[in-house]
């Protein structure tokens, strides 16, 4: 009792502290902490910080390699969680946790130690924000320009200045809970980040990633409650209620900006091609200035010049997360002659139709009728004829099953246990063990496609995958032979060389990805050598009849765009899709992409282009050969610029088998290939269910000895059996493996071939041929040629 009367004490001394206070000077504890006797150090640090990610950062990294930053970023994502820990205690025990009532709670401008406490916490949490600054920094030097978002800069740099202001002003009270809470919501975030970092093999303890931008939300929901109760409340004198409507006015700014992000970052699906078309245009029409021109003494209203477009459409596709700083200002006068050719836009005359927009002062206006071009509709599930779903062996296989194999039944037969034991469980199933059916090659084949299908939609974050890819269309052979048909560096090795690049090509390839090194063959060397050989290569690739990513996959990929700013879920999403790719398709992607990302990081190749670089040459060239319709889609050139530059910066992993998707189906066709227990009136049929309640009788020891000996041994005969009888098998194999089936098991192999003879029947004699006799004179004369050494682009 004497508890709650000292603290209704403390707060009507604090209450009237608080009516004296308002409009009162700054805190006089915080003067003399450092950036806060004045705002504008604070100041020169954030826009340092804004020119740098946003011009100076990306301008200084343009012709450099990123930075391999992994063990600097690990170690900075967990010191980052364990700041957030130790605020959150604190911010604990000054007041959340020690006497705040989550309600009206002032602040408390005193010399106690909780209250020092308290504002020492809030300045702590105030610095934090300058620490996480190097979110953004890391994204520069790593060249990770696309995530260097409007969102993201607006949010590290407007959160330090507001801060300082409720540092110097209220260090504690009502205006802490949301930093409270951002701490925590922080925890999780970096932990996040540090695994993530920490490579695949923790990409097992990152389900919950596709919860992250869901639990920022609810944060700023939860601020946004707990502030807007303050507007409700009749007698709450806190000290600076305008902070309490920044921090209501920031909590629902930041609730629509990550909306927009969750939106526009996690939308996908199908004829998102078309979509993103329908939203440029929209942003285009919305925003493009128009004015009175003068043309031929006469004046148009509301039109513009083709300059004046080309401008403001850049503008406008840098700034769109859809395609990202990297569109040139010849991409975005491509994308007006699609305009103009589409009827999008048209001259003051009102001519359309060709592609004859130019960057100069011809006038051109919006035609009133609507440009936007209707989504399709999705096809429904049955008329598809196929949804992902695990395997039914009734799927797979036309011909009719071998029949199951049953062993010996485990009958458990006492009578006295069924007397003593059958008024309590009344009647007992016999059990039998039983053998599943034999897996064939076109049942793995099948496997694989499904469960492949079934990863795809669930990294896509699709009910259905419908409307974005037709299933019928895809070889299981494909999946199959993409995953266990490589080499040591992952690159498909194929059967049929006919299929593969022409060895000239890949001769070109190597001499311009090893340069100046490449060039092992005697070959003549001139200025401009590497501009003829890089020549050689795109004709080749622009030749193709198909891009390499294919006409029927194309929608898949386009919707793997919406997930580029999560990083790891577009690297995965595109390591799946890869693998529904021909095999010589996906052979000639991975060395194309070796190309690529050597060309571009060797400082020794001279410039194969007078005016831009060799990334930007390189995408540019290439990216139709990668990514492109059957039908002319008008964005496909800055969709495709956008996918190759992130491959291009994810090669390592973007090629890779999925290593989740690899274990579950090999967990998969192992659960098939075990045997089971078949009770008396089941159903053999592993898809369905067994009883809900059955047993099995005891045997005797003499009886289960006797089942054990059948039930193991019955197996190893028959895989005696299989290498005796396997006429594929090289017969020096053939021995190798039944010596080593003797030393594992002397007693059946002894069963099996009692005597030498019969052993040596397994063997066909060989007739012994004679050695015909050496001699110069039955040599034929030939003239000797010397060794040559050759090498080859063959990965």
Not at 341 to 367: Q, T, W
Request: charged share 20%; hydrophobic share 40%; with cysteine.
């Amino acid at each position: 009792m004497s508890e709650t009367v000292k603290r209704k004490v403390g707060f009507k001394v604090i209450k009237d502290e608080a009516k004296n206070r308002r409009g009162a000077k700054a805190d006089p504890r915080v003067e003399d902490w450092p950036l806060m006797s004045s705002p504008f150090p604070q100041t020169m640090i954030i826009l340092s910080y804004i020119y740098f990610v946003t011009t100076l950062g990306p301008r200084l990294m343009e012709n450099r390699k990123p930075f391999d930053l992994k063990r600097p970023m690990i170690i900075y994502n967990f010191s980052i969680v364990a700041f957030s820990l130790y605020m959150i205690y604190e911010f604990l025990m000054s007041g959340w946790a020690n006497g705040y009532s989550y309600r009206c709670d002032l602040v408390d401008y005193s010399s106690s130690p909780q209250a020092l406490r308290m504002a020492w916490t809030c300045w702590l949490y105030y610095f934090s924000k300058f620490i996480e600054m190097l979110d953004t920094i890391f994204f520069v030097l790593r060249k990770k320009n696309s995530q260097v978002t409007f969102l993201h800069v607006y949010h590290h740099s407007i959160m330090p200045f507001t801060w300082w202001f409720g540092v110097k002003f209220a260090p504690g009270g009502l205006g802490t809970f949301h930093a409270l809470l951002n701490c925590c919501v922080h925890v999780v975030m970096y932990t996040y980040y540090a695994l993530s970092a920490m490579g695949p093999a923790y990409q097992k303890f990152l389900w919950w990633k596709k919860y992250m931008t869901t639990i920022q939300l609810v944060q700023f929901v939860m601020v946004t409650a707990h502030v807007g109760q303050f507007f409700f409340m009749k007698d709450c004198p806190y000290q600076f209620p305008v902070f309490l409507y920044i921090i209501g006015l920031y909590g629902l700014i930041f609730l629509l900006l990550f909306l927009n992000f969750y939106y526009h970052a996690y939308t996908k699906g199908p004829y998102r091609a078309t979509k993103l078309w329908n939203e440029t245009i929209t942003l285009f029409r919305g925003g493009m200035p128009l004015r009175r021109h003068w043309a031929h003494f006469r004046s148009y209203d509301n039109s513009f010049t083709g300059s004046e477009a080309v401008d403001y459409l850049h503008e406008l596709l840098k700034r769109n997360q859809n395609f990202g700083p990297e569109v040139t200002r010849y991409q975005s006068l491509q994308l007006l002659r699609k305009f103009l050719k589409n009827h999008v836009i048209e001259d003051v005359k009102g001519r359309f139709g060709k592609e004859d927009f130019d960057d100069n002062g011809r006038l051109y206006r919006f035609p009133p009728q609507s440009p936007l071009k209707p989504v399709p509709k999705r096809i429904p599930v049955v008329q598809m004829g196929f949804v992902p779903q695990m395997l039914r062996w009734d799927d797979c296989e036309d011909t009719p099953a071998p029949s199951n194999i049953p062993m010996k039944p485990l009958v458990l037969n006492s009578e006295t246990w069924n007397k003593r034991h059958s008024i309590a469980i009344g009647e007992v199933h016999e059990c039998k063990l039983i053998r599943r059916r034999d897996i064939t090659p076109k049942h793995v084949d099948q496997i694989w496609k499904s469960m492949t299908l079934k990863h795809l939609q669930s990294v896509l974050g699709l009910q259905s995958l419908d409307g974005v890819l037709d299933a019928k269309l895809l070889s299981p052979k494909h999946t199959v032979y993409n995953v266990f048909s490589v080499n040591k560096q992952g690159i498909v090795v194929l059967k049929n060389k006919a299929e593969d690049l022409p060895h000239w090509v890949l001769s070109a390839m190597k001499c311009l990805a090893n340069w100046p090194n490449g060039n092992e063959s005697n070959q003549p060397m001139y200025p401009g050598f590497e501009r003829d050989v890089f020549r050689t290569v795109a004709e080749h690739f622009q030749r193709l009849k198909e891009p390499l990513l294919t006409f029927h996959l194309y929608e898949i990929f386009v919707s793997i765009l919406g997930l580029l700013p999560q990083q790891q879920t577009a690297v995965e999403a595109l390591q799946v899709s890869c693998l529904l790719l021909p095999p010589a398709n996906r052979r000639k992607l991975q060395l194309l992409m070796r190309l690529m990302t050597k060309a571009c990081n060797n400082k020794q190749l001279p410039p194969l282009n007078d005016t831009i670089g060799t990334r930007t040459l390189m995408v540019q060239t290439f990216s139709r050969c990668i990514l492109c319709s059957s039908d002319e889609v008008d964005l496909d050139e800055l969709l495709a610029t956008k996918l190759v530059n992130f491959m291009i910066d994810n090669h390592e992993n973007v090629l890779k088998v999925p290593a989740e998707l690899q274990r579950s189906v090999q967990e998969h066709l192992s659960h098939l290939r075990r045997a089971q227990i078949k009770y008396a009136g089941a159903d053999t049929d592993s898809t369905r269910e067994s009883p809900a309640h059955t047993f099995c009788r005891q045997i005797s020891k003499q009886e289960f000895e006797e089942q054990r000996v059948t039930g193991s041994q019955g197996a190893i005969v028959e895989l005696l059996e299989g290498i005796i009888h396997d006429k594929t098998m090289h017969i020096k194999d053939k021995k190798k493996k039944l010596k080593q089936f003797q030393r594992s098991y002397p007693d059946l192999y002894r069963s099996r071939f009692p005597t030498p003879e019969s052993e040596a029947a397994v063997f066909p004699e060989r007739t012994q041929k004679l050695k015909p006799q050496l001699t110069f004179f039955t040599l034929k004369k030939k003239s000797l040629q010397p060794f040559q050494r050759s090498w080859s682009f063959r990965a």
